[in-house]
């Protein structure tokens, strides 16, 4: 049975590009398309589809604000359509927050020609969406994840490092992961698929919500306890040394796994650089980026963790590291950054306190 999907979008060329990428793929079909959130509303009720995609910036009713109602009264995979503005990831990065699952940029050249040179990845992004856990959003916001009590052992968080990589859902696993980090936590590295533009605009987000520091990696940065550096969407993070300190390295050579940043370039560089002083994070996405890394990173004396299926919105990239046998513990999202801490703390001689 095919995927059944809803394509949102005010421009007629991306509804009409969009659908024949979609009908292309033997396992997806357009069941209908729809000018604005309006229109969308009743097409929903009527064809009720697997997945919506859905625009950014939409006339008649605001698309994250029909975002947020949808994701209230009928859950769904929702993927949104992106312009490569400030603005556009600035809605995308909100969108993220309410329940979407993924997004996918419209390309600043010729859209029909961008488009199609966009269809395998927008058919991979479709098939992901659908099989996705979409959990119902309630009208009260969900309070904050407090920040964990501080390591109190400056020994550990110089020596050790944390390491995440992830992909689909995983914008909102990391906001949930760094805002329990406690301002003394160990430097953290993060690769997470996304494409250049949008990750200045996460690394901000993210900084003006956690307690620790948190930038778009520019590289030959010190990491530094308490900071974190994120893949910007062009280039691959890798982490190096220099004498003493580590350091970080941004480069652009070829994709990995058909992505840049890719999570197994990143992991690999910190099995080369820091062997049994780093920790492994791998969280939810679709593939299995990450996975040979992690297993290299756990081959060099690194402890590594895993998501469990049930906190992911795609179970990929965490049970193919745990298929390599690459994760020594898995756990829920919510209960991963104890996990990681209590670890440090014990290798340090210490508990962590509550």
Do not use: W
């Not at 990696?217 to 062009?234: D, F, K, M, Q, T």
Request: glycine share 8%.
């Amino acid at each position: 049975m095919k995927t059944k999907v809803l394509i949102v979008d005010d421009s007629a060329l991306i509804r009409s590009v969009m659908s024949e990428i979609v009908n292309s793929q033997p396992d997806l079909e357009v069941v209908a398309t729809a000018p604005d959130p309006l229109v969308a509303r009743e097409l929903i009720k009527k064809h009720n589809p697997d997945v919506l995609t859905l625009d950014v910036e939409m006339p008649k009713m605001d698309g994250l604000d029909f975002l947020e109602k949808l994701m209230r009264l009928r859950p769904m995979p929702v993927l949104m359509v992106s312009s490569l503005t400030e603005r556009g990831s600035e809605i995308t990065m909100r969108a993220l927050e309410l329940g979407a699952v993924d997004f996918v940029t419209k390309p600043k050249i010729s859209i029909q020609t961008g488009m199609r040179e966009y269809a395998d990845m927008i058919a991979d992004k479709i098939r992901a969406a659908a099989r996705a856990r979409i959990a119902p959003r309630s009208r009260t916001p969900q309070a904050a994840s407090a920040p964990l009590s501080a390591l109190r052992s400056p020994l550990i968080s110089s020596e050790k490092l944390i390491i995440i990589g992830a992909s689909t859902g995983g914008t909102e696993a990391i906001r949930e992961f760094l805002m329990q980090m406690p301002s003394d936590c160990p430097g953290i590295l993060i690769a997470q698929h996304m494409p250049e533009g949008f990750t200045s605009s996460f690394a901000k987000r993210l900084d003006s919500l956690c307690k620790i520091s948190v930038v778009e990696s520019a590289g030959n940065e010190r990491v530094l306890p308490g900071h974190a550096y994120i893949a910007p969407g062009h280039s691959h993070l890798l982490l190096t040394r220099s004498g003493a300190n580590y350091m970080t390295r941004i480069e652009q050579s070829p994709p990995v796994n058909r992505h840049r940043p890719s999570v197994d370039v990143l992991f690999r560089s910190a099995a080369q650089a820091a062997g049994k002083n780093a920790v492994g994070v791998i969280l939810t996405g679709m593939g299995k980026d990450g996975a040979a890394g992690m297993l290299e990173m756990r081959q060099a004396g690194a402890h590594n963790f895993a998501q469990d299926e049930a906190s992911c919105v795609v179970f990929g990239m965490p049970r193919e590291a745990i298929a390599l046998g690459a994760a020594h513990d898995v756990g829920p999202l919510q209960a991963l950054p104890r996990m990681v801490l209590e670890h440090l703390a014990a290798q340090g001689g210490r508990a962590l306190r509550v």
